[in-house]
């Protein structure tokens, strides 16, 4: 039987850097994304015992391997591990989007990956499971340089605001009107750098940063920005929520490249300015920074001219995911 999970990409509006434990162990820590229409699949299947391998794991790299140990996927082969699925197993990942671009993907195969073993198991779990799971492989089993709300737009989908206090997480959906979320939906654009890289690997100049307290001032007004832009999302006119928003978007992305030097860079800097150019009213790079993909608010009366003015360049319009982590087929 084949056991197929899927689970939503994300992309973060505001408050990115406050979800580590390292800041809001001793400051409030706050943060507003959405799960997006584009999506990690994850299918397994049950492998006779017959076979001269236990494991067969399919992504960027194909693995053929004979013992757990052997599998050179660290989440595989850890979830694997630590949920006590013993049953020899075929692996493959694929997904919408490429891997290493800054929206989450490596915590939406986490929680995906998740899903799957435990349907395999016949074992019951929630979203919040899921999203705290993945926390505890990334951080507490990998010790992987990231912070909590990547799994937790993965798990739950839609549009949400997240709150960590402590070992305190609240979960708040943002309420927009039928008009203001169309007109969200229909105005967000990815934009491809060109360039991918690993979040961690980026991450030690910031994580730093936010240790010693210096970061505190930026994080503390991209905290900021998160009260406001609810307020922005959840008013009633469309047209003024898309200019208001656009503005936020520009003065977090300011803000966040104060975080550390390796978030951008002069070809970042120089897509965005073009992007901005055209027609978009603002925007930010998606996730720790150094490449991936820029997510750009563009109206639909500018959105011609922003095609036209982005030429050359990959542009991938996206919406709202609103079901989160899922077992397609069981």
């Known amino acids: 039987m084949m056991i197929v999970s899927r689970t939503p990409l994300r ?11 390292e800041y809001f162990a001793r400051a409030r820590g706050a943060v507003l994304g959405m799960g997006i229409d584009q999506y990690v699949y994850v299918a397994a299947l049950r492998l006779s015992t017959i076979l001269d391998y236990r494991y067969r794991v399919s992504y960027s790299r194909m693995e053929q391997v004979a013992e757990l140990d052997q599998i050179q996927h660290p989440v595989v082969r850890e979830a694997i591990r630590l949920y006590g699925y013993d049953r020899p ?8 989007l490429p891997a290493r671009s800054g929206l989450g993907s490596s915590s939406s195969f986490a929680v995906g990956f998740i899903n799957l073993i435990f349907a395999l198991q016949g074992r019951g779990a929630t979203k919040m499971d899921l999203a705290r799971e993945a926390v505890r492989i990334e951080r507490d089993v990998l010790r992987e340089n990231v912070g909590v709300q990547d799994q937790h737009h993965a798990a739950f989908g839609g549009l949400n605001r997240f ?3 402590g070992g305190r997480t609240r979960i708040s959906p943002i309420q927009m009107t039928a008009p203001c979320q169309d007109a969200l939906n229909t105005s967000l654009f990815l934009v491809y750098t060109g360039m991918t890289r690993f979040a961690s690997a980026t991450l030690g100049e910031q994580m730093e940063n936010t240790k010693s307290g ?3 001032k930026d994080l503390s007004h991209l905290l900021a920005l998160v009260d406001q832009a609810q307020t922005v999302l959840e008013s009633d006119d469309p047209e003024a929520m898309l200019r208001d928003f656009g503005a936020m978007l520009h003065e977090g992305w300011e803000t966040k490249k104060r975080l550390s030097s390796k978030v951008s860079n002069p070809h970042i800097d120089s897509l965005y300015a ?11 790079l998606c996730g720790a920074g150094a490449g991936g993909f820029l997510l ?3 109206p639909p009366e500018r959105q011609a001219a922003f095609r036209e003015g982005m030429e050359g360049h990959s542009i991938i319009p996206i919406a709202l995911d609103t079901i989160g982590a899922t077992i397609l087929k069981g």
């Open 11 to 21: 992309v973060s509006f505001f408050g990115g850097g406050t979800d580590y434990p």
């Open 89 to 96: 197993l075929d692996i493959s990942i694929m997904a919408d």
């Open 163 to 165: 709150d960590f206090e």
């Open 214 to 216: 210096a970061a505190d």
């Open 274 to 284: 073009q992007a901005r150019a055209a027609g978009a009213l603002g925007g930010k």
């Open 296 to 298: 750009m608010l563009v």
